[in-house]
């Protein structure tokens, strides 16, 4: 079946377009090139899938009683129950199916290609929302209520274009996603805050994850941790990592990092006789400049002047 569609293909892997995904999953072609709601009932199978492949538009979806697993990135998820997932275009997925299992599953899927946004803020703010880079395994979990309005929205914009086009269509159609973004940024937070005991877990593997990397020795060798260092360290993407520290504490990741090291300078700074130039080397600085410029922007007052004080 693969053969007979026109998809690129590069180091054995497909990318596919809207079109193709439903020519695959035998769904009516879409009504518009750019954007698309398809319906799963639980037939539609996957395996006609490449077993490696991107899609070139951003696919929002809820769905559950899936069977098997997919990977999305570097993670594999089990579908064990209803969630709404989020994918970027260009982003690697691959099925890893066994007899009888179809990720496919129940719910219902939204379909936009970028080129849809165009000429709108949408263009340029979608890629605000984070979620786009989770992990599938950091999925949305919704209540009832919320998958409720989610699929209203999504069916509001399906009957905007199965409906005949007209020059005001578009405009309506961007703003039911707008709505649906804005509404699942809502959730995630309340996701962030509902899910206390793994977050508070999250919170004391990152406070140890950071008191080891800013010991004297690591930091000479090692250098700054990166958000990516630490976002991997604890095997969570770190976009991820960095909203749900926001949504607790007010903090971003790069923000934990910065507040641990000012932290250190300070320790640093009034219990040695090490010069502030050194002290910059020793935390992991290449220029003592930018600690310098750094150290004042968070704590107000120059590394100089903090040494000062104690005298």
């Known amino acids: 079946m693969l053969q007979q569609i026109d998809m690129k293909k590069e180091n054995d892997i497909v990318t596919l377009s809207i079109k193709d995904e439903h ?27 490449p077993e490696r492949f991107f899609f070139d538009f951003y696919s929002i979806s809820i769905k559950k009683n899936v069977t098997g697993k997919i990977r999305y990135g570097q993670k594999h998820f089990d579908f064990d129950s209803g969630i709404m997932t989020f994918m970027a ?37 979608i890629k605000d929302y984070g979620f786009f880079s989770y992990e599938i395994n950091e999925a949305l979990h919704l209540s009832e209520v919320e998958e409720a309005a989610v699929r209203n929205i999504m069916r509001n914009i ?31 937070n309340r996701q962030f805050i509902t899910r206390k005991p793994a977050n508070n877990e999250m919170l004391a593997r990152l406070e140890t994850l950071l008191a080891e990397c800013f010991k004297d020795e690591n930091l000479q060798n090692r250098g700054l941790p990166t958000v990516q260092y630490i976002s991997d360290s604890l095997n969570i993407s770190a976009n991820y990592l960095s909203d749900m520290l926001r949504s607790i504490t007010g903090q971003t990741t790069q923000q934990h990092i910065h ?16 010069s502030v130039a050194e002290i910059a080397y020793q935390l992991g600085f290449e220029y003592p400049q930018s600690f310098n410029k750094l150290f004042k922007k968070k704590a107000n007052i120059s590394p100089l002047e903090f ?5």
């Open 23 to 49: 020519h695959l999953l035998g769904i009516a072609r879409p009504r518009h090139p750019m954007i698309s709601v398809m319906h799963f009932d639980g037939t539609n199978s996957q395996d006609v899938f």
């Open 89 to 125: 275009p260009n982003q690697l997925i691959a099925r890893s199916l066994e007899a009888g299992e179809n990720p496919a599953g129940e719910g219902i899927c939204l379909n936009i290609h970028p080129d849809f946004f165009l000429g709108y803020t949408l263009a340029k703010t």
């Open 158 to 188: 399906e009957a905007e274009y199965e409906n005949n086009i007209d020059r005001f269509s578009q405009n309506v159609m961007i703003a039911h996603i707008e709505l649906l973004l804005q509404y699942s940024d809502r959730f995630y």
């Open 259 to 274: 507040a641990k090291l000012i932290e250190k300078a300070k320790e640093l700074l009034s219990t040695t006789h090490l």
């Open 307 to 311: 040494r000062q004080s104690f005298n």
